[in-house]
Each structure stands twice: as structure tokens, then as C-alpha cells.
């Protein structure tokens, strides 16, 4: 995970002009304006690379962003970013449409039209940038849909999802996992951005065609939970455990095997890294949600056709 900023690193004199060009480049605002107060504002940028999408979360005392009609007309997006609310009550407008949001409210980002966004005290915000190209789905859709998110079947997913995905997102970040929880992530954004339409037969194949992105998402980000059920996953993703296991079997996956496997591609990486020297295997499998570590060794021969302490060896870096 990079620190694109923290406040608290920098001299206290720097802050607002730092913080402020930091802002706004990250966000695509015209203008930003912080709490001018004695010690200058207070806040920090955090972004997660997940492959071709990317996790931007945004913290920080007081702050009005504004991107004025000029800029907006002659942007091209290169990327659509969902949003979910964090901390504080924030304000945002666009056109004739002002909105206020709390912990939890999902937005679309749209560059290409003028805003105005804000929070007074200390606020926060986790977006969710995707290529649009990698999308495949027209501006004007996104537009026309981002009014209408709370009408989508997958809003209070998708909320839930990205609160998540953030808090996650030091683990995430050294995984080899994480291109796999980016592509998951994207599928999930369209789903959320094509069933906002008004067409509710087509919101409900949408969900069907996509819950198998939102399990393989899931379980990818609860990997090292021990405890990991179909029952979790289904209560996760509020669907029902036949429902689950119906879309599991007609996208060719079998849930317990996924999970295992997955596990054991997260285990066979971490053997490998040098960090990982002093831990035994027995705590490697531990922590990445095995029971057993016989079992782990088992299953690992037979994915792998090597022992893991072998496997140690042989990745081990050369002495000279």
C-alpha cells in the first residue's frame, strides 16, 4: 500500500499548500480549499494497486473540492471511480442535484461534469477506480445511472464491499492475489452501474451473471479466516446458500476447492519470500486459514507435487 501523503510528516508551515496540490490531483478538482486552522489541515492518502483497478481512500479535516464547467467540458475519463462515504457528513453536487451523504452512501465520480464536493470536521472517502476501457460500458450509461445507484440490487453490497476491500488493503496489497480481487472488483462496479438502470429484468440477470465474481471476490478477502463458510459467503453476499451453490455450479466452480486452492497459491508465495524464513510451515499454513497442517502438506504434494518445506528449499536465494 503506498502513503501518497500524511500530514503528519510534513512541516507544519507546508501542510496546506502540499495537502492541497495533493488533493487535487488525485481528485481532479479545479479548486480545494482545507481548514485554515493554527496547525493547517490534518489528513492522509492512501492508494492499492489491484492489477488494472486501483483503491484510493482519502482522509483529512475540512475541505471543499470544486472542478469548474471549463475543466469538466474537455475532460476524456481514462477511469470510472465508484465511491463509498466514510467518516462525517459530506456534501455533494452536481448540476441542479445536491446530495448529502453519510457513512456508507455510494456515488459515482464523474469528471467530465462540474462538482462540488465537501465535509465539514474530519471526513472520509474510499474510491474505487476502474479503466474505463476495461469497463465496456458508455459514458452516457454510467451518467445516466449514477443518480440511480440506490434502485441497484447491488448497492448495499457494493457499499459493504468497498469498506471492506480498504480495510483489507495492507494484506491485500503484497498479495498475489490482488490482480485476481481487482478484476472481481470491476466486474462487481458494472453490475452496479448496468442494474441501477430502470430495467429490472436485466438488474436480475446481472446479478446472476455476477455472483460468482462477488464469491470469488469475497472469498479471496477472507481467505485467512479459518472459519470461512458457504454459509458466510451467502450471508456476506445476502443471497441464500442454494442460490449460491446453483451459480457455483453452473459457472463450473466448486466453492470448497477454490477456497482451498486459493489458500494454497497464497501459502506457496509467502514460503517463498525471504521474510518468511524465520516462520515454520506449520505457521504459514496457519495463517492462511488451515487447520491442519497435515492436511496443508497433503494438499500442497498433491497441488504442487513437492513437499512445502522442499519447496522452501528450492526457492531459498543463493549463497555465496
Known sequence: MAILLDTASLPRRDRHEVFRAALAEASGATSVELDPGPDG??????????????????????????????????????????AVHGLGVGCHQMGSRQRRLRTG??????????????????????????????????????QRAAPRL?????????????VELARDARRLDDSPTAPAVGAASLQLVRAL???????????????EQTLVAQVRAYVRQHLRDPELSADQVAAALSVSRRQLFRACSQAGLSLEQYVIAQRLEGARAELARPSSRPRSVASVAYSWGFKDPTHFTRRFRQA???????????????RT
Open 41 to 82: 489541515p490534518s489528513g492522509r492518502m492512501e492508494l492499492v494497486e489491484l492489477g488494472e483497478t486501483r483503491l484510493f481512500t482519502a482522509r483529512c479535516s475540512s475541505m471543499v473540492m470544486r472542478r469548474d464547467r471549463r475543466t469538466a467540458g474537455g475532460a476524456s475519463p481514462e477511469a470510472v471511480a465508484v
Open 105 to 142: 452512501d455510494v456515488m459515482v465520480v464523474d469528471v467530465t461534469r462540474p462538482f462540488d464536493f465537501s465535509w465539514t470536521g474530519l471526513g472520509s472517502s474510499t474510491s474505487l477506480q476502474v479503466p474505463t476501457a476495461a469497463l465496456g460500458l458508455p459514458l452516457d450509461l454510467v
Open 304 to 318: 504442487y507435487g513437492m513437499l512445502p518445506r522442499d519447496w522452501r528449499v528450492l526457492t531459498a536465494p543463493a
Open 193 to 207: 452501474i448496468s442494474s441501477a438502470l430502470d430495467d429490472p429484468p436485466h438488474a436480475h440477470d446481472v446479478l
Open 150 to 162: 440506490g434502485r441497484s440490487p447491488l448497492y448495499d453490497l457494493v457499499s459493504r464491499y468497498l
